[in-house]
């Protein structure tokens, strides 16, 4: 028995106290990351909206997806409810997102999409319950924020992927890169060790390194940056994107993760998608993504992988946070293999 | 309370330069011209106007080693940052603070220039000038720019500003700090980043999402920067941008709703901005604020 599932056991038995989780960080020792238990035919999908709002209607195609996979769906109370751009006020999405972790029928927790809102909500949270028993929770973007809270505080794995509005409307008629997106979310809950081929990409830095996975939207991990919920980088393999932002503000995004560390110490880096916002004028920038991530990178000597499947895009496949993978970066493939843990 | 540079006599000079953004000579002319008739004389940097082909006033190397020799330049009694934009966070690393430390001068700017704020005031314990840059010299002299020449000169300021809805009443005395509100999150946990303990706390910004501008103040209420203030001032937030679904609520009102729990005065509609409204204010320094009922003081102590 590995002292991951001896965890598990003893946790789930009640014996022990809550675990203090120091500023330190539980994520320091990747030995004590948790992996939540996989889903199985019939298991629960709780749908919830804890950051924009959304309407009955605009998930109905992910409770129908969902469900011809064997699941049954759990529709939350923030679902068409409203408070400007949120699903709800906060204690209101609060209140539903803490059902959801506290419900022990519920497996997994799927959030109904991203926006703005999860960062208002976070420190209402009561994670015991869920530390306890932890389940998938999944989603993106906005999202970033309950990614890097639970890697920090719990280093409980989590998936990053598409969201219930991003489910094709008409399956039949959906683009293949959207079947094989939506398809790797089933792939990941149901515990399918994750592969993921990659395009060669001339810009990338070649090599090969093991860590576990981190990562999500570049701006929401900057405006974690000095607070509980921020990421510790070191030793793991980081992926990042992100979408309508200006060129100097993704450089200045990659200077504040250089300034605060977390490039330093990285076993690779995995740039996804950057959707660029045009320059203003005449004010042009005068630099690529390439090169604004290359200018801070060359000095390590690390393994980067650009334009990887990840970001506000059609291709977008779920990846585990918290995960221990493995890139390899060559100059006629590129590859990220989930490592499945052996029982020692 | 930090060291105060040499305040500034006739004849002293002031270095002009762009550490960041491209600025084209001629929009400095009129300060220029100001700063003279104030009875100062002006240096310029090579990195003012230029020939940059890009959105930099210059490489990073041509824009560090521009503001290095300003720095380091005994005759130069002050630099003022002709314009902000972006670009500081790229070199702050790399300036040299040796000679400045034994030797401080006034450091000028506003917007981008709050990273240098920051990082001076928390590093070295030296007084900056947070205050408007060379464009707003432009339509010549008005009470915000004369602000700059009375800060540099050590005349003590006493601002006066009326009253706003959301202001909550108090007085408050503490060190100052504070700048552009994208700029502070953007340095958390950066060794520029600042502390706001027993401090008054000054805010502003431009052109942001106001979801942006919500979750720029999560960042630093997380990183219990409001926690124990002992007095906050909230400049403009203008040119503020909307999503799709609109957010439902002015900046002012996201600011007021966040600081409800907190029970320091604080002051709304104060003139420091990106218009302008903004008056030159001195990091480090102590200062009184004093919001009562119908106006709202500012007193350098």
Same mark, same amino acid.
Request: glycine share 10%.
């Given at each position: ?41 019939? =298991? ?55 059902? &959801? ?16 809102? &999860? ?12 530390? %306890? ?60 060790? &994750?592969?993921?081929?990659? =395009? !060669? ?38 992926? !990042? ?11 200045? &995004? ?7 560390? %977390? ?35 060359? %000095? ?6 650009? =334009? ?11 990846? %585990? ?7 390899? !970066? ?15 | 309370?930090?060291? @105060? ?9 002031i270095?002009i ?6 600025m084209a000579f001629e929009r400095a002319e009129k300060c220029i011209e100001i700063l003279q008739s104030w009875g100062f004389q002006v ?5 003012l ?14 824009? *560090?080693?521009?503001?290095? #020799? ?10 003022l940052c002709a314009r ?24 000028i700017g506003f ?8 990082? @001076? ?8 000038l947070?205050a408007p840059m060379a464009a707003a010299f432009q339509d010549g002299e008005n009470e915000y720019v004369e602000s700059v020449r009375w800060a540099l000169t050590?005349r ?11 202001? /909550? ?31 008054? *706390?000054?805010? +502003?910004?431009?052109? +942001? ?15 219990? /920067? ?12 203008? #040119? ?12 002012? +009102? @996201?600011?007021? #709703? ?13 003139p420091v901005s990106h218009e302008r409204d903004n008056y030159a ?18 007193? #350098?102590?």
């Amino acid at each position: 028995m590995n002292r991951k599932r001896f965890l598990n056991s003893i946790l789930t038995l009640g014996a022990l106290p809550s675990i203090p989780f120091t500023a330190k960080g539980f994520d320091d020792d990747p030995e004590a990351l948790t992996t939540p238990k996989y889903l199985k035919s019939g =298991d629960t999908i709780g749908i919830t909206a804890p950051a924009g709002h959304i309407d009955h209607e605009e998930i109905q195609p992910s409770i129908i997806q969902m469900e011809s996979w064997g699941f049954k769906t759990k529709i939350g109370a923030t679902i068409g409810k409203k408070d400007f751009t949120f699903g709800g006020t906060d204690l209101e999405r609060a209140n539903d997102f803490q059902e &959801m972790l506290d419900d022990p029928s519920i497996n997994a927790i799927m959030c109904a999409r991203g926006g703005y809102g &999860m960062v208002r909500i976070i420190d209402r949270l009561n994670f015991t319950a869920f530390a %306890k028993k932890p389940k998938w929770i999944i989603g993106f973007s906005d999202l970033t924020v309950l990614h890097a809270h639970l890697n920090r505080n719990y280093g409980i794995a989590s998936i990053h992927s598409k969201m219930c509005n991003s489910f094709p409307d008409d399956w039949s008629k959906a683009e293949i890169i959207q079947i094989e997106t939506i398809n790797s979310i089933r792939q990941a809950l149901s515990g399918e060790p &994750m592969k993921y081929l990659l =395009d !060669v990409n001339p810009s990338n830095i070649l090599g090969k390194a093991e860590g576990v996975l981190v990562g999500g939207n570049l701006k929401t991990l900057e405006t974690l940056s000095g607070t509980k919920s921020d990421l510790n980088t070191a030793g793991k393999i980081l992926f !990042v994107e992100d979408t309508g932002e200006y060129l100097y503000s993704i450089d200045r &995004m990659f200077w504040h993760l250089e300034r605060t560390g %977390k490039l330093s110490k990285l076993k690779a880096l995995i740039v996804g998608g950057f959707k660029v916002k045009k320059d203003e004028g005449d004010e042009e920038f005068g630099r690529t993504v390439y090169d604004i991530v290359l200018e801070k990178v060359k %000095k390590y000597d690390y393994p980067i992988c650009f =334009d990887f499947p990840v970001g506000h895009q059609k291709n977008n496949f779920a990846l %585990k946070c918290g995960v221990k993978h493995r890139l390899e !970066v060559a100059e006629d493939r590129a590859e990220l293999k989930e490592i499945v843990s052996t029982t020692k | 309370m930090a060291k @105060i540079p040499p305040y500034l006599d006739r004849g002293d000079t002031i270095g002009i330069l762009c550490p960041a953004g491209y600025m084209a000579f001629e929009r400095a002319e009129k300060c220029i011209e100001i700063l003279q008739s104030w009875g100062f004389q002006v240096k310029l940097g090579r990195t003012l106007g230029g020939n940059s082909p890009n959105y930099f006033s210059g490489t990073d190397e041509e824009r *560090l080693s521009d503001f290095q #020799e300003m720095l380091d330049d005994d005759d130069v009694k002050a630099v003022l940052c002709a314009r902000g934009g972006y670009g500081i966070g790229r070199i702050i690393e790399n300036i040299r603070f040796k000679k400045f430390k034994k030797a401080p001068k006034w450091i000028i700017g506003f917007s981008d220039v709050t990273v240098l704020h920051a990082h @001076i005031y928390s590093n070295f314990k030296i007084s900056t000038l947070h205050a408007p840059m060379a464009a707003a010299f432009q339509d010549g002299e008005n009470e915000y720019v004369e602000s700059v020449r009375w800060a540099l000169t050590g005349r003590k300021s006493s601002y006066e500003v009326k009253a706003h809805g959301f202001n /909550k009443v108090g007085t408050a005395k503490g060190e100052l700090i504070g700048g552009n509100l994208a700029l502070l999150a953007h340095i958390s946990g950066t060794s520029s980043d600042f502390k706001t303990k027993n401090r008054i *706390l000054f805010l +502003e910004d431009i052109g +942001e999402y106001l979801y942006n501008i919500d979750r720029m103040l999560y960042q630093l209420k997380r990183n219990g /920067k409001f926690d124990k203030l002992a007095g906050l001032i909230i400049g403009g937030f203008t #040119e503020n941008k909307d999503t799709d679904r609109p957010f439902g609520k002015t900046a002012d +009102e @996201i600011i007021h #709703e966040m600081f409800k729990e907190y029970d320091y005065p604080i002051a709304f509609g104060f003139p420091v901005s990106h218009e302008r409204d903004n008056y030159a204010l001195k990091i480090g320094v102590q200062y009184k604020l004093n919001v009562n009922a119908d106006k709202v003081f500012l007193d #350098e102590s």
